[in-house]
């Protein structure tokens, strides 16, 4: 089990990392834009990556390249709210091919998926920290280097507490 301690840290395994997490703390998600990183146990769905900035993963859980045209939405009017989607879109998202590093590596949670419930919130995700630390508006961010090391050492069963 992965541990996102409100702290700022996470714990796996013997390994402890800083991390930033939403903007305002681990708490009971209210809803979409409320820069709370959700408290609860999730799974791992997806890893996605940059094939041009990430070399090499190791782990046994399904991943997917970043291509241009992919977001992910953010709009509760969607019927693809906290979905995948393709660019150009008419409603609000999150694009995953950044210039900046953040999404070079995105383990995606499985929060509010099913059923998808309108406006409760949507990407919660565990990505790349900026050099800052900064907050986020809900995902957990760490270093790139710390996240390999706990891509190396997760699998599909393993799961993911915040709080």
Do not use: Q
């Not at 939403?22 to 996605?48: C, L, Q, R, S, V």
Request: with cysteine.
């Amino acid at each position: 089990m992965i541990i996102v301690k409100k702290t700022g840290y996470i714990e796996y395994k013997n390994f402890e990392f800083k991390c930033a997490l939403g903007k305002n703390g681990i708490k009971k998600k209210i809803k979409e834009g409320d820069n709370i990183t959700p408290k609860g146990t999730f799974k791992i769905k997806t890893i996605y990556y940059r094939k041009d900035k990430v070399k090499k993963i190791l782990t046994s859980i399904k991943i997917e390249k970043i291509k241009k045209n992919m977001g992910w939405c953010d709009d509760p009017r969607s019927a693809a709210y906290n979905k995948l989607i393709n660019l150009p879109n008419k409603y609000s998202y999150e694009r995953l091919y950044r210039k900046d590093n953040i999404y070079d590596l995105i383990i995606v949670l499985n929060y509010n998926m099913r059923p998808v419930i309108k406006n409760k919130g949507s990407a919660i995700f565990i990505h790349v920290a900026n050099n800052n630390y900064n907050p986020t508006r809900g995902c957990v961010a760490l270093s790139k280097i710390d996240l390999l090391k706990i891509l190396n050492n997760i699998n599909k069963r393993t799961k993911v507490k915040i709080g």
